[in-house]
């Protein structure tokens, strides 16, 4: 493989999709900021007021992590999915689909560029965060590389996604029906120490809630589940995920006809 | 040097369909080679083939000597295409398109942006580098389409109709254009259905139908085999009946111009003389239809006839 080419195309790949992103900021940055917004105000302010505190963290500062990670997670897995279903649809992915880039670095330079974005929305909703409660990182590290890895890993879901999709409401499914759902499951209003022992086992199986957790331990220092199971079930997907991705770039499937 | 060898290429899509039945094909390196077809030939399933966008069921496809199975990095970099449908990312600058496409092959920082300058001046779109392509004719869409093919200057360069739509005075310039590469040693690949336009610049032509080659030869010898032509001829006075003329069938278009039909045993030097001995002047000459439609038309009909007597 010629390393010096895919480092060109990647980096080319990654300035496409931030500036797609930026000339679209109303689209891209602005509605999460506002979407999450309203959720520090309903759930945090005005019905957190009535619940107090959970997990000895006053219950905005509780949310805050969950929404963050929320926000990134959607937005990683939507702009990859968005971008490479559009390429396929107008069919301007076959200038990728001829050059002699690899397989990996079309894969690379759109999770990448899921993972760019997923970040600036989740810096600016820490952002948003702050003028409703304070926030101090106890663990930057682990912050820092729990919502890259969680980013990595829903940009590659989306990638799948993308590649599968044959039509726009085949981009929306699995955002709908299968995304939602498990974040909102996955711990980021309330802690599963709640849930009767049977439901808090379900919860266990759901990965959302590992990526949240771990995340609020990065920022806040508490969790309910292991930060190393966190970081061994995030690699495992980036690793099946990212292995799926290039058998399917490879075998063409969605792609090549 | 051969710039695509093809051997016992086919292709059958899931539905069944056998678009390709074992096709070979040899393309020297430097030619100006037409690959022409009916619609639903083969000629797109193909040229997606070569250039990686279908997977194909069985045989083999060497660009420059590079397998696309064993060495494909190779075999993409020496090969540009401008396919058949407007395939541009109509969101994006005519500029980014390009420059996008360099940096796919590679290419980054003052390469790239002097390559993207040369090749949109080329096809006289510099001017709206800064526009979205949506905002572009088909026809500029086209000629966008072929800068971005260029950018990387690729050895083999396969244009699939690439002036559909293209109005004639920048077709031109177009074709001017391609001459131009073909002589700096660009080996070009062209399908059309303007086949004045394959007439003009190609000098071997493959004609492709139903999945097969039908024919593979020179322009020259191709059109050779033309047996019958007419010729349209304007007077400069007026007939009131038409002329007989020994050996030509011939008859009035109008009382200007005469229509004659010449077969293989004649030449036009024959039918000259005897217009003269007639007092007949004539004051310009020409086919009455293009010599390459013709006969392309009497090879797919000849094809299609014979199989229909077979079954």
Not at chain 1, 162 to 185: G, N, Q
Not at chain 2, 56 to 82: M, P, Q, W
Not at chain 2, 248 to 264: I, S, Y
Request: net charge positive; proline share 3%.
């Amino acid at each position: 493989m010629n390393v010096a080419l895919n480092l060109v195309a990647v980096r080319t790949i990654i300035r496409k999709e931030m500036i797609r992103v930026l000339r679209i900021w109303v689209q891209t940055i602005v509605p999460p900021a506002i979407t999450m917004t309203l959720y520090f105000i309903i759930f945090g302010n005005l019905i957190g007021r009535r619940i107090g505190s959970m997990g000895g963290f006053d219950y905005m500062q509780y949310i805050a992590p969950g929404l963050i990670m929320m926000s990134v997670i959607t937005t990683s897995y939507g702009n990859v999915v968005s971008s490479f279903f559009g390429a396929k649809f107008s069919r301007h992915i076959e200038e990728m689909l001829i050059s002699p880039m690899s397989n990996a670095t079309i894969i690379v330079g759109h999770v990448s560029g899921g993972v760019l974005r997923g970040l600036l929305v989740g810096l600016v909703v820490t952002v948003v965060a702050l003028f409703f409660t304070r926030l101090e990182v106890a663990h930057p590290l682990i912050m820092i590389s729990i919502v890259l890895l969680s980013s990595i890993v829903f940009s590659l879901a989306g990638f799948i996604n993308a590649v599968f999709a044959k039509k726009f409401d085949d981009i929306s499914i699995v955002p709908t029906f299968v995304l939602t759902p498990l974040t909102y499951l996955g711990g980021v209003f309330y802690s599963i120490s709640m849930l009767p022992e049977f439901w808090q086992n379900v919860s266990r199986a759901n990965p959302i809630l590992y990526m949240v957790n771990a995340f609020r331990y990065g920022i806040l220092g508490t969790s309910d589940i292991s930060i190393g199971h966190a970081y061994v079930i995030l690699v495992v997907f980036v690793v099946l995920l990212f292995s799926a991705c290039v058998w399917l770039m490879r075998k063409g499937i969605g792609i090549r006809e | 040097m051969r710039a695509l060898t093809i051997k016992n290429l086919s292709k059958t899509y899931k539905q069944g369909n056998q678009a390709l039945k074992g096709i070979d094909l040899v393309v020297e390196a430097g030619e100006f080679y037409a690959l022409l077809g009916p619609n639903g030939a083969g000629k797109t399933t193909a040229i997606g083939i070569i250039s990686s966008l279908v997977n194909k069921s069985g045989g083999e496809v060497e660009i420059f000597g590079h397998s696309i199975d064993t060495d494909l990095e190779a075999a993409k970099s020496c090969l540009g295409l401008v396919p058949q449908e407007i395939n541009l990312n109509l969101w994006d600058t005519v500029g980014n398109i390009v420059s996008n496409q360099a940096g796919y092959y590679g290419l980054g920082g003052e390469v790239a942006r002097r390559r993207v300058e040369k090749y949109l001046r080329a096809v006289q779109l510099w001017d709206r580098r800064n526009d979205i392509s949506r905002t572009l004719s088909g026809g500029m869409k086209r000629r966008l389409m072929i800068a971005r093919a260029l950018v990387h200057e690729p050895r083999l360069l396969i244009l699939d109709e690439p002036t559909a739509g293209v109005d004639i005075e920048i077709r031109r310039s177009m074709w001017d254009y391609l001459r131009k590469i073909n002589a700096a040693g660009t080996t070009i690949i062209l399908t059309t259905h303007y086949l004045e336009e394959a007439e003009s610049l190609c000098r071997r032509i493959a004609i492709i139908d139903e999945g097969k080659i039908i024919e593979d030869a020179k322009m020259s010898t191709v059109l050779r085999k033309l047996q019958r032509e007419v010729f349209v001829l304007s007077l400069d006075h007026q007939l009131s009946e038409v002329p007989r003329l020994d050996g030509f069938q011939t008859w009035l278009r109008d009382d200007c111009e005469l229509e004659v039909e010449k077969g293989p045993d004649r030449d036009l030097n024959d039918l000259f003389e005897q217009l003269s001995a007639k007092g007949i002047k004539v004051v310009s000459l020409r086919n009455k239809t293009n010599r390459l439609e013709e006969l392309f038309m009497r090879i797919v009909e000849n094809k299609h006839n014979a199989a229909e007597n077979v079954a």
